[in-house]
């Protein structure tokens, strides 16, 4: 069982509408990533998180806007994504930025 | 530009032998490695990692061994069982950028019994 919850795991979305992908964990980690993954490649980082501020942006298009309202919890906001943002969108977490990450199950995002 | 590289899509392996999976990277501020599996359907579940401090680490059938001067790594599986089958990724850290995992392209793991 992986103690990074990402939910949903599946989205299938039109691209103008507005969708969430959440993630969660209670390990008391302070740093929280976001991943994308396509098939066949390996996850690329999108976003990093250190103590709820938003530390690394690997220069990613504003249709999605990471949120981290506390320390177990967080968002990755979408509106007008394109039909190539179709991927595994994958959660991570880690006590500090210094440690071995922990992944979620991803969610496996459409776009109509 | 390629910064961390695994050359062999795929082995296969026989059950009960060792299996060895391969990782060079280019960055030299790399400081920090890590191997991570994936089943499909399931994000990656860390494996191990080292420290450029070191040249080995063991936990159980899993040894990474590094060799800095040649910016390579390599994980040991002994012995290999069939619920090892699996994609094996390296990533290595460090930097100014602590906290990014640079991860190679992965090698397709096939145990045999």
């Known amino acids: 069982d992986t103690e990074v919850t990402q939910t949903p795991k599946h989205l299938v979305m039109g691209m103008t509408n507005k969708k969430s992908l959440k993630c969660e964990q209670h390990?008391?980690?302070?740093?929280m990533y976001w991943y994308k993954q396509k098939a066949k490649k390996p996850p690329e980082l999108m976003f990093v998180y250190s103590y709820e501020k938003l530390s690394i942006n690997e220069s990613v298009p504003s249709r999605f806007s990471p949120e981290c309202p506390n320390s177990s919890l967080l968002n990755l906001h979408l509106h007008a994504l394109q039909p190539e943002d179709s991927a595994l969108y994958l959660c991570?977490?880690?006590?500090?930025?210094?440690?071995?990450?922990?992944f979620g199950d991803g969610t496996r995002l459409s776009i109509l | 530009d390629q910064q961390v590289k695994q050359n062999s899509p795929s082995l296969s392996v026989q059950e009960g032998r060792i299996s060895i999976l391969n990782c060079d990277y280019t960055n030299s501020m790399f400081d920090y490695f890590l191997w991570y599996k994936k089943y499909p359907a399931e994000g990656p579940t860390f494996l191990i990692s080292?420290?450029?401090?070191?040249d080995k680490n063991e936990d159980g059938r899993f040894t990474v061994f590094l060799n800095k001067s040649a910016k390579h790594l390599s994980l040991h599986i002994v012995p290999s069982q069939p619920g090892d089958s699996a994609v094996y990724f390296c990533?290595?850290?460090?930097?100014?950028?602590?906290?990014?995992?640079?991860f190679g392209q992965g090698t397709i793991l096939t145990v045999h019994p």
């Open positions: 080292i420290s450029s401090i070191k």
């Open positions: 390990m008391g980690h302070r740093a």
């Open positions: 991570a977490s880690s006590q500090t930025q210094w440690g071995p990450q922990h």
């Open positions: 990533a290595g850290a460090g930097g100014t950028s602590y906290g990014k995992l640079t």
